[in-house]
């Protein structure tokens, strides 16, 4: 389910401290239900598929992503000096002291675009950067239902590098929401569905 805007910008998560000065682009709900102290678990499950490179769970969406990864290859989109400490510094360096300077859980990406900037009780947050966007990929736990359960919710944030930038997410916005989102919550849920039960049995 998609949510406002405000379901992300009126909680007190860490991220507004580091990017004020990007755009809130989409929020939406993850049909993740658990326990208070179960978002390290998903995180575990989202580093999982960016590693294995998880591209959605519909042909459809699997070429949509083919195409974009070629596309940006032949106009040089994705390549390193396009990418963070590139062309854009690093979130990393705006992280105050004790989410700097505190213990950090290693989060395998594999060979993603993305990073993983933070980690704690309720929150994470990854970056991403290439000749389009700087674009932040922000977990929340957030209590939903009866009390004592929480799921997740997910939010995009971005920084559009210019013109390019925001042509480029104007012309994807309707891929987005069509395509690409539904079929990667749909693959989230399923698999958050199939690891649960595993641990129960």
Excluded: C
């Amino acid at each position: 389910m998609r949510l406002p805007r405000t379901a992300h910008t009126g909680r007190p998560w860490r991220i507004h401290e580091i990017a004020g000065d990007f755009t809130v682009e989409d929020v939406w709900a993850l049909p993740t239900p658990g326990g208070p102290d179960d978002l390290a678990k998903l995180v575990d499950q989202i580093a999982g598929g960016m590693h294995d490179g998880v591209n959605g769970d519909t042909p459809v969406t699997r070429l949509l992503f083919a195409v974009r990864w070629r596309l940006g290859e032949l106009l040089g989109w994705d390549r390193p000096e396009a990418g963070i400490d590139s062309r854009t510094p690093s979130l990393l360096d705006r992280l105050p002291a004790d989410l700097k300077e505190g213990p950090r859980r290693p989060v395998d990406l594999g060979s993603s675009p993305f990073t993983s900037l933070y980690e704690t009780h309720d929150e994470w947050a990854a970056e991403m950067a290439n000749k389009t966007v700087h674009a932040v990929l922000h977990l929340a736990w957030v209590e939903a239902g009866p009390p004592g359960r929480y799921r997740a919710q997910m939010a995009v944030l971005v920084r559009p590098n210019g013109r390019l930038g925001r042509l480029y997410m104007f012309a994807i916005k309707p891929i987005r929401y069509f395509w690409v989102y539904p079929a990667l919550i749909r693959t989230i849920g399923r698999t958050w569905r199939t690891q649960a039960r595993m641990r129960e049995g």
